[in-house]
């Protein structure tokens, strides 16, 4: 299948290159021309400009979207918008608000374009390791993109299977599903993130309490030099805490287990405080989420060590550099 792909970013690059190894064409595009150039070696078709982009697409087109969500989103599909007939295809990628994306696809559906929003986790690894994806969008189109959405999904891989009854959507054993309407995927994936914070807060206090326990305030026959990155390591292995975020932190210790590197400023994605939005429209108890998106802002005044774990989480699976911005 041929696809568009405008921002070539952490993400989107990767998804192109990934789409790519899977027998797909891509045409990219990106204001930075170093970042097309780089693709053209992997076998990607680079565009000018976003008109020469829908130009090298056959029709029916379909164009994904990566680019941070708010302005720059926004002025891209609109921009896109222009170029594009009845019958294609806009994909948001990003991690747009869901509200957002249900005003875009009434005003595209307006000139009989597509709308479909995608929730796509998985960071940097995601080139390897595929992509878990929440889409929204009218089933004819989500269906349409399947071949896409299958090749960048992690497939069935070595996790154990659930015991599922057989009517139910194979598709989420293979890491993607179609979630509902437009906007029911960035919805999902919103929520998701704010789980992620909360998970991510966890081991970050657990961590800053094994860390503690050297202090000086404690009783000398009561004090632990407790080696953080072995018991990081232990805990991968059979426990019930095991996770991709405690891999992450096994490794970002075992390298640097002081985390010296990282200051402990931590930003948010903006989807933290959405889901917070989300749980008081729906008056729904969500105190663990709110107390961690809380401590996010807490860490831009003073650092911790369990916050510069957190850094190191953030760089881990994402790339996210400290001070960066919210991306």
Known sequence: MQLGVIGLGRMGGNIAKRLMRGGHGCVVYDRDPKSVTGLEGDGAKAATDLADLVAQLEAPRTVWVMLPAGKPTEETIAAIAEHLAPGDIVIDGGNTFYQDDIRRAKTLMEKGVLYIDVGTSGGVW??????????GGETAAVEHI???????APGLGDIPRTRRDPAADPRA???YIHAGPVGSGHFVKMVHNGIEYGLMQAY??????LHGKNGVELREDQRFDLNLADISEVW????????????????ALAGDPKLAQFSGKVDDSGEGRWTIDAAIEEAVSADVLAAALFARFRSRQDHTFGERLLSAMRFGFGGHIEGA???
Do not use: H, N
């Not at 991968?236 to 490794?251: H, I, K, N, P, T």
């Open 236 to 251: 991968r292995r059979g426990s019930v805490v095991s996770s991709w975020l405690l891999d992450l932190s096994a490794q």
């Open 126 to 135: 995601g080139l390897e390791r595929g992509y878990c994806m929440m889409v």
């Open 173 to 175: 054993e293979l890491g």
């Open 204 to 209: 970050a206090e657990g961590f800053e309490i």
């Open 325 to 327: 911005g919210s991306i």
């Open 146 to 152: 399947d071949p896409i959405l299958k090749t960048l």
